[in-house]
């Protein structure tokens, strides 16, 4: 990973657009909590709420409770509070009050503030440019930016 990286969840049923983030200098996160399985482009991430079988030979989001990372996979826990990550893991993705889903019960920046500076976070919380920003300067080492992303030409 970058020293700083963007990131895109993408359904899996569009994992097609991989490719345009990619192109952009993003890391695709092909989602797999609800979406069938497909095909993962080589340099994707994937993101499941199950440790077995899971796609692709990239990094790991897990979404859920786990206490164990994927075997032989570069994991991430996702969690929605300020907290240690399990041994194992590489890091964390902290998903703030902003996003939809399974979310934290304040913001992503305040989350974010709570955390270790010895743990490497990614931060999903609906972020603009000036705030993505801050979060980088804060310490997250990558930030999610789905929603903006969609919204751009090439990702049509």
Request: charged share 15%.
């Amino acid at each position: 990973m970058p020293e700083h990286a963007f990131f895109c969840t993408l359904p899996a049923e569009r994992a097609s657009l991989a490719v345009a983030v990619m192109a952009a200098g993003g890391v695709p996160v092909l989602d797999f909590t609800s979406s069938p399985t497909v095909p993962v482009p080589d340099g994707a991430w994937v993101r499941v709420n199950n440790r077995r079988s899971v796609p692709g030979t990239g990094p790991v989001i897990l979404s859920g409770s786990h206490k164990q990372p994927v075997r032989n996979r570069e994991t991430w826990l996702e969690i929605t509070e300020a907290r240690p990550v399990p041994t194992g893991f590489a890091g964390a993705v902290l998903r703030g009050s902003e996003i939809g889903g399974p979310c934290g019960a304040e913001a992503g920046m305040v989350l974010l503030a709570g955390m270790g500076q010895d743990q490497k976070v990614i931060l999903d919380a609906n972020l603009n440019p000036r705030d993505a920003a801050a979060a980088l300067a804060a310490g997250a080492v990558g930030v999610v930016l789905s929603e903006m992303l969609y919204g751009l030409g090439e990702m049509a």
